[in-house]
């Protein structure tokens, strides 16, 4: 007896172990590397054309969309795989291998799926296409192939973009209903190629959504003119767009839409609708975090739903136990599914439920089985788990099943029966080879259902295009004539003139804008100097003014040496980095001269930096240090610090800081009179203006970016200008 004892110890010893190195492997699989934004753009590969709107999704549940540019940003590890997906492309999949920029190639459809054109002759019966059609709705939900192709045989009938529209939407909701929404969209556009509805475009929108298309969804659901929508379809409009921002973690949007939808459900008394959006605005809540506005909501479906039929009813009361799970109210979660499980037991007398509903007693029995066991309740947790394991096992439910199984190994090896964990362990070994075996199966009947479904709908798609093409050759070879080709040959000569015309006038547009660049750039640099020099004249005054002649002469001697500097380059796109940055030591230092008392200056040059390398627009920087000190420092209650640093980000660019630890933007345009901003917005207006006009015509050579210095009642501002190589 003591031998078998110590031999089962040492197996659960084993597999507690194993499993331990196991899950402490995954773990650290898991963590390793850090997040980190990665950067990209995605370009129509012949053209190079950004392609806006794209959805990038990351596998571990980042989302992002490209802007106007292609480019967009994402938190991602490495390893982790990029889903990228947009209505005119095929879906590309990219694995994150480092932090570099990521640049995606793709070919964008050249045009959409064809439309249908029809034949001129009538139908013999027009009753038959209605007939069909009526088909394939019977069959829609018994059997997706009988369906397609009464629709088959209903598109050999048409003769109206009407009913080409109906057919293509018959088709898009077979695709849609068996889970192939990338069709559905196809067959959803084409209908509405045909013939606009709102019910088809709110159909596009939701399949758009189901396919991760969210930005798409987003844009039919917009487009779509509220005013004439029936009161549901308005309904379902804000609850889909809610559902979209809900999937994409903007939470904010989501709430806003689904009290959008509630509110008219409410004003028309629209009761399921009000049920789904009460527990749709609780759900987001949760997901943001918000659990005490997610509970009243949640509890406001409760009752709502109460007042429905009890399959309704259960319903919701499993959604609130869920909730209740996540907040770890264990005793209330108990107690709802123990409700909502008798009433399960209620309506299975002349209802089944399948496997994958959520409404059947092994899932709620494992469920408070797993509640009773997070409170440490081990004799009910496995008395329920038990019955779990024995209702999963009589209606096959083997997910169910082996989960349950798996729990109560847990639960026995809690209570430190080692000898039953071990067997329920065992058990649950076995069942995982047999789900893998039926789910290896099922994703193998699913593959070829998908393939044969894609093969029908490109064969009802080959003999569109087929008759179409047929037509098209018909109608050319009837129609062709002397007059319609001298109409063809004026149009290519009136084109070749027009595109002649439009490149002399862009050519001169271009020279144009040159000359005004340069006429601009000379009148800024114009205005500038002269707003320099009587500054600089303001501070030779107050130093006379204050009788202090020894100290007007010196800093006079030093002005004009700047004077000389400055007027020699006023004529200068560029200067040399190394002459801007002498003139900054001559000018701070002046400045520093005035304001001993009120700030000290640091000047700090990479040494790895070869200035001659570099060149930048002359008086670009002097601005900034003249608002640091006349509009930061000078008024800050203790001595302050200004610097300047000069550093190498790369070979190709060097960064510029200015520094001052000042009183900060806010507080300065606090002090100043109206005058005095106007001046100084005129001043940094200039500058803009100037920066905007060099990289308009040399190609983003400089970036300015300002900011607050820090987070303290001084928040000082920092200046950071980046310089960029020819």
């Known amino acids: 007896m003591m031998k078998t004892f110590f031999k089962h110890i040492s197996i659960l010893s084993f597999v507690l172990f194993g499993s331990l190195v196991l899950a402490q492997s995954s773990n650290t699989l898991n963590t390793q590397g850090s997040r980190f934004t990665v950067r990209g753009s995605v370009i129509e590969s012949e053209t190079r054309k950004p392609i806006a709107d794209v959805n990038i999704e990351v596998n571990g549940g980042g989302y992002a969309t490209t802007d106007i540019m292609g480019d967009f940003r994402i938190e991602v ?109 196809s067959d959803y556009r084409i209908s509405l190629q045909s013939t606009e509805t709102n019910e088809v475009s709110l159909k596009l929108a939701n399949a758009y959504k189901l396919n991760k298309n969210y930005q798409e969804s987003i844009q039919t659901y917009n487009e779509l003119d509220k005013k004439e929508l029936t009161n549901w379809q308005l309904v379902s409009l804000y609850e889909g767009l809610g559902d979209v921002y809900l999937l994409t973690k903007d939470f904010n949007k989501s709430i806003e839409n689904y009290k959008e939808g509630l509110y008219v459900a409410q004003s028309h008394l629209i009761k399921p609708k009000e049920t789904d959006l009460n527990s749709k605005i609780a759900k987001a809540y949760s997901a943001k975090g918000d659990s005490e506005k997610a509970k009243g909501f949640f509890y406001k479906s409760l009752d709502l739903a109460n007042s429905e039929n009890k399959k309704r009813a259960v319903s919701e009361k499993l959604k609130v136990a869920d909730f209740q799970n996540d907040i770890s109210d264990y005793s209330e979660e108990i107690q709802l599914r123990k409700e909502a499980l008798s009433t399960i037991n209620e309506i299975e007398v002349d209802s089944v439920f399948d496997n994958e509903s959520p409404l059947t007693p092994q899932k709620q029995n494992y469920k408070i089985g797993n509640a009773y066991a997070s409170q440490g309740d081990v004799g009910n947790a496995i008395s329920y788990l038990e019955r779990s394991i024995e209702e999963a096992e009589s209606k096959e439910d083997l997910i169910v099943r082996k989960d349950a199984t798996r729990k109560l190994s847990e639960v026995y090896e809690t209570a430190e029966d080692y000898e039953k964990s071990l067997k329920a362990f065992q058990n649950y070994v076995d069942l995982v080879d047999q789900v893998y075996a039926k789910k290896e199966q099922q994703i193998s009947q ?60 862009f050519k001169y547009i271009k020279q144009q804008r040159l000359a005004n660049n340069l006429l601009a750039l000379k009148s800024l640099r114009s205005q500038m100097n002269p707003h320099f020099i009587f500054n600089a004249l303001n501070s030779v005054n107050s130093f006379i003014a204050s009788n202090d002649e020894r100290t007007a002469n010196k800093y006079l001697t030093d002005f004009s040496l700047l004077m000389r500097a400055v007027l020699e380059n006023s004529e200068q796109d560029f200067i040399p980095l190394e002459k801007e940055i002498k003139l900054l030591e001559l000018y701070t230092k002046l400045e520093h001269f005035r304001f001993k008392d009120k700030f000290d200056y640091t000047i700090k040059v990479d040494e790895n930096i070869n200035v001659n390398d570099f060149v930048i627009p002359p008086m670009l920087l002097q601005p900034y240090i003249e608002n640091a000190v006349w509009h930061g420092l000078r008024y800050k209650k203790t001595k302050g610090n200004l610097e300047i640093a000069i550093a190498q980000s790369n070979p190709d660019e060097i960064t510029i800081s200015i520094t001052d630890d000042g009183i900060g933007r806010e507080k300065s345009k606090a002090l100043k009179t109206e005058h005095q901003q106007k001046q100084n917005s005129k001043g940094m207006g200039n500058i803009k203006k100037r920066v905007s006009i060099l990289n308009a015509m040399y190609k983003d050579k400089v970036d300015v970016l300002v900011s607050d210095f820090q987070d303290e009642e001084d928040a000082g501002t920092k200046v950071v200008v980046t310089l960029k190589k020819d």
């Open 77 to 185: 590890r490495e390893g982790d795989e990029l889903t990228i997906r947009h209505k005119d492309f095929e879906t590309v999949y990219y694995t994150i291998k480092s932090n570099e920029r990521i640049e995606v190639q793709v070919e964008t459809n050249k045009e959409d799926r064809v439309l249908s054109k029809y034949s001129k002759r009538s139908r013999s019966n027009p009753e038959s296409f209605k007939s069909l059609i009526d088909s394939a709705d019977n069959y829609l939900k018994k059997d997706a192939r009988k369906s397609i192709q009464f629709i088959s045989e209903a598109l050999a009938e048409t003769n109206s973009s009407k009913d080409n529209s109906i057919a293509y939407e018959a088709l898009g909701d077979v695709y849609f209903y068996w889970k192939q929404y990338d069709l559905a969209v």
């Open 446 to 505: 699913a593959a070829r259902f998908s393939k044969e479904l894609a093969s029908k709908q490109n064969r009802i798609t080959s003999l569109e295009s087929d008759r179409e093409l047929s037509e098209s050759k018909y109608q050319l070879s009837t129609e062709q004539t002397k007059r319609q080709k001298l109409i063809i040959y004026s149009l290519i000569g009136g084109l070749v003139l027009l595109l002649l015309a439009a490149f002399l006038m």
